[in-house]
């Protein structure tokens, strides 16, 4: 399959290269801003699970370039971390090392010098396996690993935007995150494709529960607290399905919203908004697009990959590792 195939499969790919943006993913995250304003007034962002760059790059363009151009004597801070290493951008300090280890969230606010982020974003994905509740699972754990580095950098009132998969027990994380986000919305941009799970959570106005503040005990139980909650209104929603078809009474009892503290409340709690994002006339990530052979040129990635994993393969094939 040619280079010029993907071109013709995939506008936002060809698109990216045309406008020097490292991956077509940059995409997603400025039709969430158009949607969401997600830079105004903000000074210090976070980039988490950031290679190969094109959400940081959004960050310099949006955030670094322009306080630079205007003169700014303290021009914003942005701290991108990913495992895998990146090519520089510039204005974005880069972390290499793993989001869910202590050691990388220390390292990430280390940077911050005490003056908290207004913004953290996460495109975090698992390489994935295909069996969907583990991949769901991983990339769970990957956005409550994000979620406790929030906790540690982001100001009150702040904002986070993350990529999570819509399987079947996402409204659980949409729960935990609405314990501390008043404002939770599900956001899926038109860059994303629609065959795709993933979708992301548009969190504002951060509100830490009083004693949250860095990383620890509190949030793990706060997140408990709220998958016990889940757990027990789902289980009880599925008795009550259950003696609804057995002819009984207890279904009307659910939806009067009955049940005090464990039932239909956090039920309640796990509705959020959704959201399609991004101008229809940009592009259709689910169209092929004809290419005009007359004007068509071939363009070569942004930044070629920098460790690619097809070289670690070559080298353990050859047994140098
Ligand atoms: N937003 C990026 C961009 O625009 O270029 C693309 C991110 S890519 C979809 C997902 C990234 O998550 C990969 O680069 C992967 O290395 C990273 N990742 C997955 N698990 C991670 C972890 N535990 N810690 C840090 N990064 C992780």
């Not at 606010?109 to 991983?138: K, N, R």
């Not at 993350?162 to 404002?183: H, N, T």
């Not at 070289?311 to 094939?317: D, G, N, S, V």
Request: glycine letters at 10%; one cysteine or more; hydrophobic letters at 45%.
């Amino acid at each position: 399959m040619g280079k010029s195939s993907k071109d013709k499969r995939d506008i936002f790919y060809r698109k990216a290269k045309e406008e020097g943006w490292r991956a077509r993913s940059a995409y997603k995250l400025l039709q969430i801003d158009e949607a969401f304003d997600i830079f105004t007034g903000v000074e210090h962002a976070v980039d988490l699970c950031a290679a190969p760059g094109s959400w940081s790059q959004v960050l310099s363009r949006k955030l670094y370039l322009p306080a630079l151009r205007a003169g700014n004597p303290n021009p914003p801070t942005i701290v991108a971390v990913d495992l895998q290493p990146m090519a520089p951008i510039e204005g974005v300090i880069q972390l290499q090392g793993d989001i869910t280890s202590e050691a990388t969230a220390k390292q990430v606010i280390s940077h911050f010098h005490g003056q908290p982020a207004d913004l953290v974003v996460c495109d975090g994905a698992p390489d994935v396996t295909g069996l969907h509740d583990l991949d769901e699972y991983v990339q769970a754990q990957l956005l409550l690993a994000a979620v406790s580095i929030v906790c540690a950098v982001l100001r009150p009132g702040g904002t986070f935007v993350a990529k999570i998969f819509r399987g079947k027990d996402v409204a659980l994380l949409y729960s935990q995150l609405k314990m501390l986000f008043p404002e939770v919305y599900v956001a899926k941009p038109k860059s994303s494709r629609n065959s795709s799970i993933e979708a992301f959570v548009v969190c504002r106005r951060f509100d830490p529960p009083p004693g949250l503040a860095g990383p620890g005990c509190a949030l793990q139980a706060l997140l408990a607290g709220a998958a016990e909650d889940y757990f027990t209104a789902a289980a009880e929603a599925e008795a009550a399905e259950a003696e609804a078809a057995a002819g009984g009474a207890a279904g009307g009892q659910l939806a009067s919203g009955g049940g005090g503290g464990g039932g239909a409340a956090p039920l309640l709690a796990r509705a959020v908004p959704f959201l399609s994002c991004g101008d229809l006339s940009g592009g259709d990530a689910d169209r092929t697009y004809d290419l005009d052979p007359a004007t068509y040129v071939r363009l070569d990635p942004v930044q070629p990959p920098t460790a690619p994993n097809y070289k670690t393969a070559i080298a353990l094939a050859k047994g140098a590792l």
